[in-house]
């Protein structure tokens, strides 16, 4: 099971940001939360429908996004 079955996109859910199936917990806010030190533990009691696996899903989505990711430059 990857990140795919447990992270959804659909624009009718906070408009289409990326969030935790099955509920309009955005994967920002847990990567934000992560980043601000918060554990998983303090996640999971803030988020009573939040399963471990999903906060490996947001970081997984995360790191997917950025290895697709496209830099260009630009000459001045």
Not at 38 to 63: G, Q, W
């Given at each position: 099971m990857g990140y795919r079955d447990r992270i959804e996109i659909n624009p009718k859910v906070l408009g289409g940001k990326p969030v935790i199936r099955g509920t309009r917990i955005p994967v920002e806010l847990l990567l934000r939360k992560l980043a601000e030190?918060?554990?998983?533990?303090?996640?999971?009691?803030?988020?009573?429908?939040?399963?471990?696996?999903?906060?490996?899903?947001?970081?997984?989505?995360?790191?997917?996004?950025?290895?697709?990711?496209?830099?260009?430059t630009v000459d001045r």
């Open positions: 030190g918060a554990t998983t533990e303090v996640l999971l009691d803030a988020y009573p429908n939040l399963k471990a696996e999903d906060i490996k899903a947001a970081l997984a989505y995360a790191a997917e996004s950025i290895a697709r990711e496209e830099i260009r």
